[in-house]
């Protein structure tokens, strides 16, 4: 890896995962988010790039025929900057296989769920009606299949009596913003990486649930 990693990061809403990407930054960290992209012009995740001086740009999925020639935009925006990884922090866009296979093993993702557990979307309502004991959040290397990807870290949050989906959604966000900086970290590091074995850190290949993190 080279002594800095630039990124490119897609949003499409709040951009909390973003914000603690960006504060990530520094203190010996390679990471260098060079720009913000995003398919909603009302993402704030957009401010909050602004704010750090980062540059942004927004693509309108809806003005596009369709997701491949979406998907062919973006990457040629993306590409613009030479990234070494792209982050996606709540784009929510199911991105084409052409996309997919242009990033391979530079493209992560976080999920809040205990993958393979509740891919897709509403885990946390998804948690409760199961009765499942633990919830929790996922980064992993992007394949063509959705949240299917080899798993980098996970970090596992009790579910608590009386606990609603906001209430547990709020203790998964507070490990999404812990976990999603340190495993782009290792990346920018050189420490991560993706082989057709599957995802390694430290050369050592990663279990099937990542590295766990039990709060």
Known sequence: MADSCNAVVLVSGSGSNLQALID?????????IRA???NRADAYGLTRAKNAGIATQVLDHRTYEGREAFDGALMEAIDVFQPHLVILAGFMRILTPAFVRHYEGRLLNIHPSLLPRHKGLHTHRRVLEAR???HGCSVHFVTEELDGGPLVIQAVVPV?????EESLALRVYLQEHRIYPQAVRWFAEGR???TPEGALLDGE???ATGHL???
């Open 24 to 32: 990530s930054q520094g203190g010996g960290n390679p990471l260098r």
């Open 36 to 38: 913000v992209i995003s």
């Open 132 to 134: 499942d004991n633990e």
């Open 160 to 164: 608590q009596p009386g606990d609603s």
């Open 192 to 194: 991560l990486r993706l």
């Open 205 to 207: 290949k990663l279990p």
């Open 213 to 215: 993190i039990r709060t």
